[in-house]
């Protein structure tokens, strides 16, 4: 919220929706009100179905400070979203090394240089774009199959 703030404050017009809550929710539903970012920034909640919001997205961002296994990522490569994320456990081998989305520091800093290089210079994401069109996700039930047996008969 304070970056999305930061950015609106420097002329970048933007919205952002939040979907999904977490522990952190309730806390982040108030600073968005006393960032006075109420009539930008939307809090969809938890949802059974994020796909229709994903779609409509221009970005993801993947603003964690700590994730186990980023899922949310796999959704967006497969959805072959622009996408930023903060480097957390999983995000650099999910993008390959940010050959498939822009990996940023993981601080409010880090978040700002992204979400401002996406405002102001959204062709240079086009690259992620081209790369994402033509990459083949690995984790397919036929691949998962073919490695376990290949394992097995390795045995």
């Known amino acids: 919220m304070k970056v999305h703030k930061r950015l609106l404050d420097e ?5 952002i929706l939040i979907v999904g809550d977490g ?3 309730e806390n982040i539903k108030k600073l968005k009100s006393d960032l006075g970012v109420d009539e930008t920034a939307t809090m969809l909640g ?10 409509q997205a221009e970005f993801y961002i993947l603003s964690s400070r700590y994730e186990g296994f980023p899922t949310v990522l796999f959704e967006a490569i497969t959805l072959k979203k622009k996408i930023i994320s903060t480097e957390v456990s999983g995000s650099a081998e ?15 800093e880090g978040i700002y240089a992204g979400m401002k290089q996406a405002l102001n210079h959204p062709e240079s994401f086009e690259q992620y774009t081209k790369k ?24």
Not at 11 to 15: A, E, I, L, V
Not at 47 to 55: A, G, V
Not at 94 to 108: A, D, P
């Open 11 to 15: 002329g970048f017009k933007h919205n």
């Open 23 to 25: 522990y952190d929710f």
């Open 46 to 55: 938890f949802t059974d179905n994020p796909y229709p919001y994903f779609k």
């Open 94 to 108: 999910m993008l390959r090394n940010g050959e498939l989305g822009l990996l940023v520091e993981n601080s409010e």
């Open 132 to 155: 994402l069109k033509s990459y083949k996700i690995p984790f397919t039930l036929k691949n998962s199959v073919e490695k376990i047996i290949s394992v097995l008969d390795g045995l």
